[in-house]
């Protein structure tokens, strides 16, 4: 049954004139007398209306499928509305995927003022490493990423969002504390702490170094520094993950650096306030952080 041959015989049966109720449902009376023939030929030829002279009233089966059709209305309209009113205050909820060491102090800002901002928005947050979260974004169990490497997948759509440099933790005392850069040939031999962060070795591409000289692997910051100030080796760490300590030395590490990408799928549809918030999220890294 056609919804619209539904809502037209309704109005012409309030003013049982085609004219009058062409012009209130907004068409043609060709079209309006052309969709109440073929709603009576649905219901197997009977006839609603009646002509009395130049006007037109219902018949006895007309004001009877009237109040049937009058009440069915009625309810659409109803769940109409209901589902309307739920979808307007119902929660949406942003999933969003993030390497370890991406939730920095700009990052969780964000977050923290986006919600407060937008009472309907909710989070859910997940760390894994970089391709366990891209494959959450193919499978669409993630809105978004924050990864810190690119595929040529081309089903997501990267964009970048920032860099940050790699430095060397040193003991204070060590030969190399007052260089004011270090190349990371210049490290290969000396007893390293490798810092693997804490899921899954997302950032293995520099956190190891050679593989007999590594002494000890954590999956902490402060772990890995109080190792550093030990004595017991040297350490590789991005700059979020710096430390204020007089134990230990932090030289930058020339021409290594981590970029951090938003990972998104191409062609999904996002709730507005899911969008408002990546594009919001992009802009803000983009500005905050070291120019790409």
């Avoid at 009625?74 to 060491?101: D, F, I, N, W, Y």
């Avoid at 060397?168 to 005392?173: F, I, S, Y």
């Avoid at 997302?202 to 590594?214: D, I, L, N, P, R």
Wanted: aromatic share 10%; glycine share 4%; proline share 4%.
């Amino acid at each position: 049954m056609n919804y619209n041959y539904l809502r037209y015989f309704s109005v012409l049966a309030q003013v049982e004139h085609y004219t009058l109720a062409a012009a209130r449902l907004g068409i043609s009376q060709p079209s309006l007398s052309s969709a109440i023939h073929n709603l009576e030929d649905e219901l197997g030829g009977v006839r609603l209306f009646e002509k009395v002279g130049r006007n037109i009233r219902l018949t006895e089966e007309g004001r009877f499928y009237r109040e049937q059709v009058d009440a069915a209305l009625q309810q659409l309209h109803q769940a109409s509305q209901t589902l309307h009113e739920s979808k307007v205050s119902a929660p949406v909820v942003v999933r969003m995927g993030l390497v370890s060491g991406a939730l920095d102090e700009t990052v969780a800002q964000e977050i923290t003022e986006y919600a407060k901002q937008n009472p309907r928005i909710r989070f859910q947050l997940t760390e894994s490493s970089a391709d366990d979260l891209m494959d959450m974004v193919r499978q669409e169990r993630l809105d978004m990423a924050l990864v810190d490497t690119t595929n040529r997948d081309r089903s997501l759509h990267f964009r970048k969002l920032c860099q940050q440099n790699f430095f060397v933790a040193l003991p204070a005392d060590h030969p190399y504390a007052h260089k004011e850069r270090l190349m990371y040939q210049q490290l290969q031999g000396l007893p390293q702490v490798a810092f693997h962060y804490s899921f899954e070795n997302a950032f293995s591409q520099w956190a190891s170094g050679s593989e007999e000289k590594t002494v000890c692997a954590v999956n902490t910051a402060q772990t890995a520094l109080s190792l550093v100030a030990a004595g017991f080796g040297f350490c590789f760490l991005p700059e979020s993950c710096i430390q204020k300590r007089e134990d230990v030395a932090f030289v930058p590490l020339e021409n290594w650096h981590q970029a951090l990408y938003m990972c998104i799928l191409y062609d999904k549809w996002l709730e507005p306030p899911v969008w408002g918030f990546i594009e919001k999220l992009v802009r803000v890294l983009r500005q905050s952080n070291v120019p790409i």
